[in-house]
């Protein structure tokens, strides 16, 4: 079975930056490509950014654009997700997701078949 763990949340400031960690388990890290989905009290769930299997194409929401940056290390069998300038509208539960490829569809949800049990991001103004 696949296995992903969330890490690097916490508590931050306006303008300031997190890293988070999508630690992968049980099968071929380079096999499936990889998203970041986040969801907000009383708000759907929704799309943050996306990795293919072989790290060559990425793609990022346009509330994030610009600002979050992911990325994989294959060494370390971790997907990343850099966020700065945060913002109080990025708070949310992060979560990561995986699947076989990336399809067009990599913005939705039900394009994944795995996922973590998120890490909460919490940015005060």
């Known amino acids: 079975q696949v296995q992903l763990v969330e890490s690097g949340g916490g508590l931050v400031q306006a303008g300031g930056s997190l890293r988070l960690s999508c630690t992968w388990s049980?099968?071929?890290?380079?096999?499936?490509?990889v998203g970041w989905f986040r969801q907000a009290p009383g708000k759907e769930r929704e799309f943050v950014a996306a990795?293919?299997?072989?790290?060559?194409?990425?793609y990022s929401s346009d509330s994030v654009k610009g600002r979050f940056t992911i990325s994989r290390d294959y060494a370390k069998n971790t997907v990343y997700l850099q966020m700065n300038s945060l913002k109080p509208e990025d708070t949310a539960v992060y979560s990561c997701?995986?699947?076989?490829?990336?399809?067009?569809?990599?913005?939705?949800?039900?394009?994944?078949?795995?996922w973590g049990q998120g890490t909460q991001v919490t940015v005060s103004s």
């Open positions: 997701a995986a699947a076989r490829i990336l399809s067009r569809d990599y913005w939705t949800a039900a394009s994944y078949n795995y």
């Open positions: 049980g099968r071929t890290f380079s096999t499936y490509a």
């Open positions: 990795i293919s299997p072989s790290g060559g194409s990425t």
